[in-house]
């Protein structure tokens, strides 16, 4: 594991975001050229699961709790934060930077988007998104758009986005756990 996180922090990883459209899960439409994802998972009702699920969300204890392992330049996401993920186990553990490119910590949403920087495996960026709507439901959202970024993604084909949908849907069963906590 040492030698992964050393690994992240070399300066190849660190030269900036890997894409053009940085900011586009927030403002919408996604950019062409890309796979698009959205997935939404039921969370809750109410203020209480809003609270619990935002928190997640936002302070990594979602994608911990999911099974990744996360390094986080600041406790909670924050625009310009830096977060190296590492993916997988033992020796098929992929290193994955991204930074944090937007926030939203509003009365009835809260979430983040991080975008990829160069070294990722992807090109693009994934939002993470709790709402709450007016019926008081309480909703968790993935936007993404990303696009192979590595030989091995592209070798994978059409592979990595039956395993990103699945992986926003295991962030979903997560997150739902969570809240109910």
Not at 63 to 88: F, N
Request: charged fraction near 20%.
């Amino acid at each position: 594991m040492t030698r992964l996180i050393r690994s992240l922090s070399t300066p190849a990883a660190t030269s900036g975001f890997s894409y053009p459209d940085v900011g586009a899960t927030r403002t919408r439409p996604l950019p062409a050229g890309y796979h698009h994802l959205h997935h939404e998972a039921l969370i809750g009702h109410g203020p209480h699961a809003l609270a619990s699920a935002g928190a997640a969300v936002t302070t990594w204890a979602m994608h911990r709790s999911s099974g990744v392992r996360v390094r986080a330049g600041s406790a909670r996401a924050e625009p310009g934060t830096r977060v190296d993920i590492a993916l997988g186990a033992g020796p098929l553990r992929i290193g994955v930077p991204c930074e944090v490119v937007w926030t939203a910590y509003e009365e009835d949403r809260i979430g983040f988007a991080y975008g990829t920087l160069h070294g990722h495996p992807e090109i693009g960026e994934e939002s993470f998104v709790v709402d709450r709507r007016p019926d008081g439901s309480v909703w968790f959202t993935v936007t993404a758009f990303s696009r192979p970024g590595r030989w091995y993604t592209r070798a994978a084909g059409p592979v990595v986005p039956v395993l990103q949908r699945a992986y926003a849907r295991h962030l979903g069963r997560t997150l739902r756990k969570i809240a109910a906590a």
